[in-house]
């Protein structure tokens, strides 16, 4: 495993990994380093510790000291566990006394663990080896080895994880709209609420992202293939028939399923992002012909850091422990945790990304595997047709509760670039990246950070001033004031501005509501929306430079025709008009309300306007009225302005 691990790094230059560290893997291609090379490396990775003082580095070295912080964590995991267990079964009486000493047992093991994790110091710096960069070959019309990208998946069968999710389907569109000769799409789908996997596939492929393949290419919908399974269980959940049927067929995997949910607890999120991803790798490794396994991360599994190549970051703690501590501690002292475990990172979203990767680096072996790691993904782009979206997640939701009128302030960088990308631009690039990890064998694991922001960037004001434009012009039906809105990093005027144009709205119209007889659900929603604020506030007010230079390098390898099918040039984007298109998005596939629509709720949106309009004024002479009334000197200052207002009014027909 070490000299495969030591090929891959190469390609980063991030992570000096000694043999030691690394699980030995049962490859028969992989051969050990020398006992020279170990000891090479074993005294430069001292002299680095050494020299830097980094502590956290050393972590994933496998050096003296990191054993012991790694040992102390998981050591001091199992001593906790040991000891919540052992105190728990020793209450069983049920009486006060032992409540206390549950208590104490649980205190005392999460201060145990605590003083482990003060102990083991996140790595936070990394020794720079100036990097080398995969030499990319611009396409040549004569170069007669090049393969087209729809040629090459003619005849091969896919495995996608995910692929119920809003990136999976828009794969598996793509593939069976613009490689029609792929062979077979198999589909990870896990059983839900009594429905059969065939039934969930059924009610996918009915959805209206398939509508023009329904159309036009019906039986390309009878190759994608339900595979029920369970990324949470051992094995994925596949039964060995089915493991057996893709270890025979597939070439290509996809790996998308993930939790996205930033507030996810810390065991669960272990378990799909991390744990999910080893157990695909270790299906992986048994599959007699793969050529590509693509790995979808985050831009954000490194927010720690300012800047952000194409490499991959030692984690802050050894993923092997993190692991250990979700199987066996009690999910309260996980929850306890969780804020010291996390660090810097703002969720268990962006932390297990950050440990997946790390964990991919060491388990992949000699699997041919690539990652992207798109930033904020948002509606289509073109395809299958432009602004389609099927959730309200990150930015989505925020628009629609400002197309609503329901959403008018929030914390944010106005000057701050907002690093959003089409959800196809980031399925094509997955598609090529494929096609590039089978076509150039390289013992190099290759990331590709999908962003817009240093290729065609906008700021955060731009998209809510285009967004805004686009509400108005566009209004959903039952609007129920009208669109406007700030950003501020004021943080004490934005809560105020919360409380006077949300909440104390909602309040009023939730009273109304019960006045007539009708379910209160305003302040409800105005909950969630606050929720979902304060999940993006972390992305909103800060801002990060994502290189993106294997993306730009993958893409000036592609042909011509390739590039216009495959499309994943971000600076073909113009902000104005994709901003218009993903509103008519939302509208028609969330709101499912149809074009036919726009007159009446136009009309509305001009009443509203008035209104609003209205009501300022009311609110000003309102206010001036109280003034007024307990300020004899304004009074005083007010009556001397209109009497000389008066007087010069008078003046006016003799001018």
Request: glycine share 6%; net charge positive.
């Given at each position: 495993?070490?000299?495969?691990?030591?090929?891959?790094?190469?390609?980063e230059n991030?992570?000096?990994?000694s043999?030691?560290?690394?699980?030995?893997?049962?490859?028969?291609a992989q051969?050990p380093?020398?006992?020279?090379?170990?000891?090479?490396?074993?005294?430069?990775?001292?002299?680095?510790s050494?020299?830097?003082?980094?502590?956290?580095?050393?972590?994933?070295?496998?050096?003296?000291?990191s054993?012991?912080?790694?040992n102390?964590?998981?050591?001091?995991?199992?001593?906790?566990a040991?000891?919540?267990?052992?105190?728990?079964?020793?209450?069983?009486?049920?009486?006060a006394?032992g409540?206390s000493?549950?208590a104490?047992?649980?205190?005392?093991?999460?201060?145990g663990?605590n003083?482990?994790?003060?102990?083991a110091?996140?790595?936070?710096?990394?020794?720079?080896n100036?990097?080398?960069?995969?030499?990319?070959?611009?396409?040549?019309?004569d170069?007669?080895s090049?393969v087209p990208?729809?040629?090459?998946y003619?005849?091969?069968?896919v495995?996608?994880?995910?692929?119920?999710?809003?990136?999976?389907?828009?794969?598996v569109?793509?593939?069976?709209?613009?490689?029609?000769?792929i062979?077979?799409?198999?589909?990870?789908?896990?059983?839900?609420?009594?429905?059969?996997v065939?039934?969930?596939?059924?009610?996918?492929?009915?959805?209206?992202?398939?509508?023009?393949?329904r159309?036009?290419?019906?039986?390309?919908?009878?190759?994608?293939?339900?595979?029920?399974?369970d990324?949470?269980s051992?094995?994925l959940g596949?039964?060995?028939?089915d493991?057996s049927l893709?270890?025979?067929?597939?070439?290509?995997?996809?790996?998308?399923?993930?939790?996205?949910?930033?507030?996810?607890?810390l065991?669960?999120?272990?378990?799909?992002?991390?744990?999910?991803?080893?157990?695909?790798?270790?299906?992986?490794?048994?599959m007699?012909?793969?050529?590509?396994?693509?790995h979808?991360?985050?831009?954000?599994?490194?927010?720690d850091?300012?800047d952000?190549?194409?490499?991959?970051?030692?984690?802050?703690?050894?993923?092997?422990?993190?692991?250990?501590?979700?199987?066996?501690?009690?999910?309260?002292i996980?929850?306890?945790?969780?804020?010291r475990?996390i660090?810097?990172?703002?969720?268990?979203?962006?932390?297990?990304?950050a440990?997946a990767?790390?964990?991919l680096l060491?388990?992949?072996?000699?699997?041919?595997?690539?990652?992207?790691r798109?930033s904020?993904?948002?509606?289509?782009?073109?395809?299958?047709?432009?602004?389609?979206?099927?959730?309200?997640n990150g930015?989505?939701?925020l628009?629609?509760a400002l197309?609503?009128?329901?959403?008018?302030?929030?914390?944010c960088?106005?000057?701050?670039?907002?690093?959003?990308?089409?959800?196809d631009?980031?399925?094509?690039l997955?598609?090529?990246?494929?096609w590039?990890?089978?076509?150039?064998k390289?013992?190099?694991?290759?990331?590709?950070?999908?962003?817009?922001?240093?290729r065609?960037?906008?700021?955060?004001?731009?998209?809510?001033k285009?967004a805004?434009?686009s509400v108005?012009?566009?209004?959903?039906?039952?609007?129920?004031?009208?669109?406007t809105g700030?950003l501020?990093?004021?943080?004490?005027?934005n809560?105020?501005?919360?409380?006077?144009?949300?909440?104390?709205?909602a309040?009023?119209?939730?009273?109304v509501?019960?006045?007539?007889?009708?379910k209160p659900f305003?302040?409800?929603?105005?909950n969630k929306?606050?929720?979902?604020v304060?999940?993006?506030?972390?992305?909103?007010?800060?801002?990060?430079?994502?290189?993106?230079?294997?993306?730009?390098?993958?893409?000036h390898?592609?042909?011509?025709?390739?590039?216009?099918?495959?499309?994943?040039?971000v600076r073909?984007?113009?902000?104005?008009?994709?901003?218009?298109?993903?509103v008519?998005?939302?509208?028609e596939?969330?709101?499912?309300?149809?074009?036919?629509?726009l007159p009446?709720?136009?009309?509305?949106?001009?009443?509203?306007?008035?209104?609003?309009?209205?009501?300022?004024?009311?609110?000003?002479?309102?206010?001036?009225?109280?003034?007024?009334s307990?300020?004899?000197?304004?009074?005083?200052?007010?009556?001397?302005?209109?009497?000389?207002a008066?007087?010069?009014a008078?003046?006016?027909?003799?001018?």
């Amino acid at each position: 495993m070490s000299h495969a691990v030591a090929k891959k790094t190469e390609t980063e230059n991030c992570i000096s990994s000694s043999s030691s560290s690394l699980k030995q893997s049962s490859q028969p291609a992989q051969q050990p380093h020398s006992s020279s090379n170990n000891s090479n490396s074993h005294s430069h990775n001292n002299s680095n510790s050494n020299s830097n003082g980094d502590a956290g580095f050393s972590l994933m070295n496998g050096n003296h000291s990191s054993h012991q912080r790694s040992n102390g964590l998981t050591a001091a995991a199992h001593a906790a566990a040991a000891s919540y267990a052992n105190s728990g079964s020793g209450s069983g009486s049920g009486n006060a006394a032992g409540m206390s000493t549950v208590a104490g047992s649980a205190g005392t093991a999460a201060a145990g663990l605590n003083a482990a994790l003060l102990n083991a110091v996140p790595a936070t710096a990394l020794p720079s080896n100036g990097g080398l960069q995969s030499p990319y070959e611009r396409y040549r019309a004569d170069d007669a080895s090049y393969v087209p990208i729809g040629q090459f998946y003619a005849g091969r069968s896919v495995f996608i994880t995910g692929g119920t999710g809003f990136m999976g389907k828009v794969l598996v569109e793509k593939l069976l709209r613009s490689c029609p000769d792929i062979r077979n799409i198999y589909l990870l789908i896990r059983p839900k609420r009594g429905q059969e996997v065939s039934a969930r596939l059924t009610e996918l492929l009915n959805a209206p992202l398939f509508e023009s393949l329904r159309r036009e290419k019906p039986k390309e919908l009878s190759k994608v293939i339900p595979i029920s399974g369970d990324i949470t269980s051992e094995e994925l959940g596949i039964s060995e028939s089915d493991q057996s049927l893709l270890c025979r067929n597939v070439s290509i995997v996809f790996h998308s399923a993930a939790t996205v949910k930033f507030d996810e607890k810390l065991k669960l999120s272990v378990t799909i992002n991390m744990l999910g991803t080893k157990r695909l790798v270790e299906l992986c490794h048994r599959m007699m012909s793969l050529d590509a396994l693509i790995h979808v991360s985050t831009a954000y599994c490194n927010c720690d850091r300012t800047d952000v190549s194409e490499v991959i970051y030692a984690p802050p703690y050894n993923p092997d422990d993190i692991i250990s501590l979700i199987n066996w501690l009690p999910e309260d002292i996980l929850d306890q945790l969780t804020p010291r475990l996390i660090g810097k990172r703002p969720n268990t979203y962006t932390f297990t990304k950050a440990l997946a990767e790390h964990m991919l680096l060491k388990e992949a072996g000699n699997l041919p595997v690539a990652i992207v790691r798109p930033s904020i993904v948002t509606a289509s782009l073109n395809e299958p047709f432009a602004g389609w979206v099927d959730n309200f997640n990150g930015p989505t939701g925020l628009v629609s509760a400002l197309a609503k009128g329901m959403f008018r302030t929030m914390m944010c960088e106005k000057n701050y670039v907002a690093d959003m990308v089409p959800v196809d631009i980031v399925i094509n690039l997955m598609i090529a990246a494929a096609w590039r990890t089978a076509t150039r064998k390289s013992n190099n694991l290759l990331i590709y950070n999908c962003c817009t922001g240093q290729r065609n960037p906008i700021i955060w004001s731009e998209f809510v001033k285009f967004a805004m434009t686009s509400v108005r012009k566009h209004p959903l039906e039952g609007c129920l004031w009208y669109p406007t809105g700030d950003l501020r990093m004021n943080r004490p005027m934005n809560t105020l501005n919360c409380l006077l144009k949300h909440f104390l709205p909602a309040y009023i119209l939730d009273g109304v509501a019960r006045i007539m007889g009708k379910k209160p659900f305003v302040v409800n929603v105005q909950n969630k929306i606050a929720k979902a604020v304060e999940c993006l506030e972390y992305f909103a007010t800060r801002q990060w430079r994502f290189k993106d230079d294997n993306v730009h390098g993958l893409l000036h390898t592609l042909s011509p025709k390739d590039r216009e099918i495959f499309i994943f040039d971000v600076r073909n984007i113009n902000w104005d008009k994709y901003v218009e298109r993903y509103v008519l998005g939302f509208r028609e596939f969330l709101f499912k309300q149809r074009p036919e629509s726009l007159p009446a709720s136009r009309k509305r949106m001009v009443r509203l306007y008035y209104l609003h309009q209205l009501v300022k004024v009311v609110a000003v002479l309102l206010t001036w009225r109280f003034l007024m009334s307990r300020s004899k000197r304004l009074n005083d200052m007010w009556s001397a302005f209109l009497e000389n207002a008066l007087k010069i009014a008078r003046l006016i027909p003799f001018l």
